[in-house]
C-alpha cells in the first residue's frame, strides 16, 4: 500500500490521469560539469559551465543562462545545480541546440537559525550584487577570447520573483526573463519598458500551483501580458513527470504543481521524448534558440 499522500487536488485530475510522486530524470549526473566561484565583491558563490571545456571554440559569441533558485536551495549543496533548473542545460543535446551558452547559478547566503528557520534568502538587496556577479562573470570569460552575446535570466519560485526585479532594475541589460512559478509580476509601466527594450518574456506557471492562485493572482495580468512584443505565456492545466504522471511532491506541504521547474529543466519532454505540451513541439529550447538567434 502506498504511504503517498493524496494531493489537495487529487478529485480534479482528468480521468484516466495518474499521480505521480516524484521527478523520473537522474539528479547530478552532470555536476561534473560545473566550477565553483566565490564574487569576493559581494561574497557571492556561484557555479558556472564554460561551454568551451566541452567541444566548444573560443574566439566567438555565447549566450550566458543565469539561473536563480528557489527558497532553501543554496543549503542543498551541489544539489542546488539540478534544483535551480541548470543542471541539464550542461548536457550535450541541450548545448547543441543553443550552439553552447555558458551557464551562470548565483547562490543566495543562506542559513538556518537553531530552530531551523532559513534566513538570507533572495531578496531585493541582493540585486546589485547579482549584477555586479554577472559583469564580473562577463568580464572575466571575456579575458579568455570569448564574448557574450545574450544575457537570459530563469528563475524559480522566490527566485523567479527576483528574476522580474532585476530585470525591472537593468531592464536594457538583459535579453530575455524566463520566470517560473510566481504571482509576482512587474506592472504595466514596467512591461512597458519590457517592450521599449525588446525583453523577451517567456513566463510559466501552472493552473494548479499550490502557491500562485490562478484565478486572482495570474489572470489579472494576462491582457497586459499578452500584448507585448516578445512573450509567450505558458500556464499549462497540469504538470506532468517524465511517465506521463501528473506531479506531486509533499515535503509537509504539498508543492507538485508549483514545481513546473522540473518539467522545464527536462525540455517539457516525456521519458519517451513526446512532447508534454504540444504547443511548445521543441519545449523550451525551441523558444530560447529563436531569442539566441533573433
Known sequence: MSTNSLPPWANEIPKGSFISYSPTYKVGEYFSRFHKGLFEEANLKYYYYDPTEHGFPKGKQYPVLIFLHGFANSLEGDICINYSGAEFYAKDEYQKVLGGAYILIPLANEYR??????????????????????????????????????????????GASICFRIVDAYTDYFDALIPIGTSDISDNKTLDRYDQNNIWLFLAVSKHDE?????????????????????????????????????????????????????????????DGTPIYPELPNGILGWLKEVIES
Not at 546589485?128 to 544575457?151: C, M, N, R, W
Not at 506532468?240 to 522540473?262: F, P, R, T
Request: glycine content about 8%.
Open 211 to 271: 502557491y500562485n492562485e490562478y484565478q486572482t493572482k495570474i489572470i489579472p495580468h494576462l491582457p497586459r501580458l499578452k500584448q507585448m512584443k516578445h512573450s509567450y505565456i505558458f500556464t499549462p492545466e497540469w504538470v506532468y513527470n517524465g511517465d506521463k504522471g501528473i506531479a506531486s511532491i509533499n515535503i509537509g506541504v504539498e508543492i507538485g504543481q508549483h514545481c513546473l521547474i522540473n518539467s522545464m529543466h527536462c525540455n517539457l519532454m516525456f521519458d
Open 113 to 158: 537559525d537553531t530552530e531551523g528557520n532559513c534566513h538570507g534568502y533572495w531578496n531585493e538587496t541582493y540585486i546589485p550584487q547579482i549584477h555586479g556577479l554577472i559583469e564580473y562573470f562577463i568580464k572575466t570569460i571575456t579575458s579568455k577570447d570569448v564574448a557574450i552575446s545574450k544575457k537570459i535570466i530563469f528563475g524559480h519560485s522566490l
